[in-house]
């Protein structure tokens, strides 16, 4: 897998993970009063600064235990 593949891959999983665990303040966010539609792109870049503290090597190491993870579990289906 490429480094770019890797990146790509950690930033998805990263933000899915974080909008699970900041579900419901993401959710107060979105129904403020000043929260317009044209802010999302810039929520979405702001929580996406995160992956920044993850080394390559980091992001290398989780990607491809996530993914063994996803196999295995197919794989008992």
């Known amino acids: 897998m490429s480094s770019k593949e890797i990146d790509n891959e950690f930033s998805?999983?990263?933000?899915?993970?974080l909008t699970q665990e900041l579900s419901e303040d993401l959710d107060k966010v979105?129904?403020?009063?000043?929260?317009k539609a044209d802010s999302v792109p810039f929520?979405?870049?702001?929580?996406?600064?995160g992956t920044c503290q993850f080394s390559k090597d980091d992001k290398k190491r989780i990607t491809q235990a996530s993914e063994e993870k996803m196999s295995d579990e197919k794989n008992r289906s």
């Open 43 to 49: 929520l979405v870049h702001a929580l996406a600064q």
């Open 12 to 17: 998805s999983s990263y933000l899915q993970r």
């Open 30 to 35: 979105r129904t403020a009063d000043d929260f």
